[in-house]
């Protein structure tokens, strides 16, 4: 009997496949990744809602992203949305979701103005530039028409991320609760070339590949990691980062130490044309890290729902 056991234990180790290295995501999301894509993000919404940091800090944070999405599907985000997946190929984009979107074989959505127009057995709501794709009562997304009809191009044939964004995946931790990567490429996003969020276009104009990730379990950690193109492009990308944070330290007063520790927490090294950044706040900190940075992310608001 214990040497069947023993053999049946053998043959199960032989067969099982370790995870890949990188985030965890969804596999009815991985299975939709089109090949040219090129940023990535994601954000496992029902395992954030179960960390203390979440029902502490950020439950009235709203984020335009999500809130968009839950909105066009008509959900409730603190409820029935699971997981989001963002993907882009430098130009186009899409934002797939995973959660309860109807308890009928296929969610009602309705859009004044829009039209549902078939393709390849799925039905899209919108038009020729931007729809909502309904793929079933647990998985949808919406974006860029063309990127949605690559999502089904792509469906149950896609090994997942492609090649050069699954490498750069490898930096993210699997117990990530939201991510972003870059393999490289042109990018179209929606920042300003004014102001003070146009640091971040000479930030993103030295990376060549890149990515950031959050995890929530102990605290607020967060680690950013870029290779830049040459050894100066490096040096130009860490002295962009920490002038960043030295306007952070020299807007808030030296009247407030709490606040302070706060820009302590934050360290930037380079080292063989690679940055990373990292971001470790403690518990009694993550409110105040939140109230002096949510504000300044395109995106992020601190308004209660």
């Known amino acids: 009997m214990r040497s069947s056991v023993f053999a049946a234990a053998i043959l199960l180790a032989a067969c099982s496949h370790p995870a890949p290295p990188g985030p965890k995501i969804d596999p009815a999301l ?87 127009f078939g393709y390849k057995g799925f039905n899209l709501i919108g038009d020729e530039n931007t729809a909502v794709l309904l793929v079933g009562p647990t998985v949808a997304a919406i974006g860029d028409t063309p990127e949605l009809k690559a999502l089904v191009d792509a469906r149950d044939q896609s090994p997942g991320p492609p090649p050069a964004m699954a490498g750069v995946l490898k930096q993210v931790s699997s117990e990530a609760h939201a991510w972003v990567a870059y393999s490289g490429g042109p990018l179209s996003l929606p920042i300003p070339a004014t102001g003070n969020l146009s640091n971040i276009n000479n930030i993103i104009a030295a990376v060549q590949t890149g990515s950031f990730y959050l995890d ?36 808030t007063s030296d009247k407030r130490p709490d606040l302070q520790r706060i820009w302590d927490g934050i360290r930037i090294t380079e080292q063989d044309r690679n940055v990373k950044i990292y971001i470790d706040q403690p518990d009694e900190l993550v409110g105040k890290f939140l109230d002096l940075t949510a504000g300044r992310l395109p995106g992020v608001s601190g308004s209660q729902k």
């Open 30 to 116: 991985a299975g939709m990744i089109p090949a040219g894509t090129v940023l990535m993000a994601g954000v496992r919404l029902e395992a954030i809602q179960k960390t203390p940091i979440y029902q502490k800090h950020l439950a009235h944070l709203s984020v335009g992203a999500i809130d968009r999405f839950a909105e066009q599907m008509k959900i409730d985000p603190r409820k029935d949305l699971w997981e989001l997946l963002y993907v882009s190929n430098g130009k186009l984009n899409a934002l797939m979701g995973r959660g309860k979107f109807s308890d009928e074989s296929e969610p009602r959505i309705e859009s004044k103005g829009a039209n549902r």
């Open 216 to 251: 929530l379990r102990m605290g607020f950690s967060a680690v950013g990691s870029g290779t830049s193109k040459t050894e100066k492009d490096a040096q130009d990308l860490e002295g962009g980062l920490k002038a960043l944070v030295g306007l952070g330290r020299l807007s």
